[in-house]
């Protein structure tokens, strides 16, 4: 059973960038056309699709978030990891790591696999 966990700082200051791993286990991520995404609900609003990286590397981003994400992964820890940049109080939420064939976007009934998620705090 393919298991994911978030990790990484409940707070973070307005301006500085948000790191979080999320690491896997019970499967790889370079599992053939597995991908690999970040996702986040803000307090009181909708999920919210943040972007992913798939088995062979490749990312995509919210184009609305683009300019702040970026992800990455370590295969020999079976780890990937999300950067965002340059946040504010709006990037308050919980944030999610979440799996599944060839699935990434606001498909959450399509996710096979969910992290506990992890809430995170942008102070001011």
């Known amino acids: 059973q393919v298991q994911l966990q978030e990790s990484g700082p409940g707070l973070v200051k307005t301006s500085q960038t948000l790191s979080l791993t999320c690491t896997v286990s019970?499967?790889?991520?370079?599992?053939?056309?597995?991908?690999w995404n970040w996702i986040r609900q803000p307090p009181g609003k909708d999920l919210e699709w943040i972007g992913y990286?798939?088995?062979?590397?490749?990312?995509y981003y919210s184009p609305s978030l683009k300019s702040r994400t970026s992800i990455s992964r370590d295969t020999s820890k079976n780890q990937f990891t999300l950067q965002l940049s340059s946040v504010t109080p709006e990037d308050t939420a919980v944030y999610y790591c979440?799996?599944?064939?060839?699935?990434?976007?606001?498909?959450?009934?399509?996710?096979?696999?969910w992290g506990q998620g992890t809430q995170v705090t942008v102070s001011s």
């Open positions: 979440a799996s599944a064939g060839e699935t990434y976007g606001a498909v959450w009934y399509l996710y096979e696999y």
């Open positions: 990286i798939n088995y062979s590397g490749s990312t």
């Open positions: 019970g499967g790889s991520i370079t599992t053939s056309n597995y991908y």
